[in-house]
């Protein structure tokens, strides 16, 4: 791995670069391999490797070895995330500057794959509202699909770019700016970028993270707080941004707490708090965070008329066999019946007025003729009724239902019916006298074969 010299030079004279260190991590070929567990789907590593806890994280493991996640049907199931260490400090800089026990309204901007706003959602309280932003269409739906693989109903997954949201003004009380970068912290896992990298895009970079905060800040109420995080070790990404945070964006600068073992070097610019993860001082990529609390007065929101009508009762009937109502309203668009909690109704129709909004709440499934077509993100959201038939799947038997494959199995009753796998939703099946329907999303499916299906 040859790293530009114009590179190594910018990086000397910031604190903690070890230049020698930092050169021979990155020709190591040292590979590290960290997960992020649902709490809401296990309270354990459900993985069978020898493994450590992350230490700025309740929910992050490192695995000793990277196991082949493709044929994992918990990995399908959402029991688990796989996420680089570094970024997991998140959970450090929401909970120490924010009162998780409370309902909060929280944007993830920049927010494909889904990392952080998964790790977002594991650490709010469930009544509170996440508006998981990606503004690249392509993106955002692979963002759609990692929401609806983890199983949360407060989410709203939108596709905007990140002016839209001054239709929101002073709305949300936590905004989260994973921002795009010139990616120098991640050249140990992508060495690509190693050759995307130069001066010219450094400086690029850093003036479209400078729109896009001035496009958002708006959006943020007064005294909310803002995350801002790169994958860059830049100055120019990092330092100076923070430096124009609180000298021209009327944000105050706020300090956090970390634990000397954990190596984290803190990066004073003016009055604002950063810290550089380096990979030779801590088992994990590059990475960059400052978190700010907004001074300056906020615009009002204003009133505004609800325009999303909740279904009624009587059209909602066949969902009850499917599906546990209580504390939900159902909306019909286009076609497709979704669940939104009672107290996010309010919050998640205004959004959908003023947004592009993929996909929010549950998306219970689509009714025709008076019955229930279950959609798959019903099978993988914990909500579905306790009538609803389980079948339970071979370690085997669940790969081929992964690749869409015909499987086969022993079942009294027949119909509709949740594969399952340790007792972890997969997906739907449908029993059928003479077979069974495979119901797992064309999209998703696992493309390769199962070493045991080559021999």
Not at 161 to 190: H, I, N, Q, T, Y
Request: charged share 25%; net charge neutral.
């Amino acid at each position: 791995m040859q790293l530009p010299s114009a590179f190594i030079t910018s990086l000397r004279g910031l604190p903690g670069f070890d230049e020698a260190a930092f050169l021979q991590v990155h020709t190591s070929g040292e590979k590290i391999t960290s997960v992020r567990i649902n709490p809401s789907k296990t309270d354990h590593l459900p993985i069978h490797v020898n493994s450590i806890p992350v230490p700025w994280t309740r929910y992050g493991f490192y695995l000793s070895e990277r196991p082949p996640f493709t044929f994992d049907p918990l990995f399908h199931a959402g029991c688990y995330y796989v996420q680089e260490a570094s970024s997991m400090f998140l959970e450090q800089a929401l909970l120490q500057t924010t009162d998780c026990s409370q309902p909060l309204k929280v944007l993830d901007l920049c927010a494909a794959p889904g990392g952080k706003t998964t790790h977002l959602q594991s650490l709010l309280h469930p009544e509170s509202l996440l508006v998981s932003n990606e503004v690249i269409r392509s993106r955002a739906a692979v963002l759609r699909d990692n929401v609806i693989k983890w199983g949360a109903e407060n989410i709203a997954v939108t596709n905007n770019d990140p002016k839209d949201f001054e239709a929101l003004p002073g709305f949300f009380d936590v905004v989260v700016v994973d921002a795009p970068c010139s990616g120098s912290g991640l050249f140990r896992r992508d060495e690509e970028a190693i050759d995307e990298w130069s001066e010219n895009n450094v400086a690029l970079c850093s003036q479209r993270q400078q729109r896009i905060l001035a496009d958002v800040l708006p959006a943020l109420k007064e005294d909310g707080i803002l995350i801002y995080s790169t994958c860059s070790y830049s100055e120019e990404e990092d330092e100076v941004l923070l430096k124009w945070l609180t000298e021209t964006a009327g944000l105050e600068g706020l300090e956090l707490k970390t634990e000397e073992t954990w190596n984290i070097v803190p990066a004073r610019s003016g009055n604002a708090f950063g810290y550089r993860f380096w990979p030779h001082l801590l088992k994990g990529e590059g990475f960059f965070i400052g978190v700010f609390r907004k001074k300056s007065t906020a615009a009002a929101l204003g009133k505004y008329r609800a325009s999303t009508k909740a279904l009624p009762a009587k059209e909602t009937a066949p969902l009850e066999k499917w599906i546990s109502t209580t504390g939900l309203r159902f909306v019909s668009f286009g076609g497709k019946v979704y669940a939104w909690n009672e107290v996010l109704f309010e919050s998640l129709d205004l959004v959908a007025q003023r947004l592009r909004v993929l996909y929010s709440g549950l998306l219970a499934g689509e009714l025709m003729r008076e019955k229930l077509v279950p959609d798959h993100a019903l099978a993988l959201s914990g909500r579905t009724a306790a009538a609803v038939i389980r079948a339970p799947l071979s370690k085997e038997a669940a790969i081929r239902y992964l690749q869409r494959k015909d499987i086969s199995i022993e079942a009294a009753q027949k119909g509709w019916q949740l594969a399952t796998f340790k007792d972890h939703p997969l997906g739907w099946i449908n029993v059928l006298p003479n077979r069974v329907n495979n119901y797992y999303p064309k999209e998703l499916r696992i493309l390769k074969e199962y070493p045991s299906q080559e021999r």
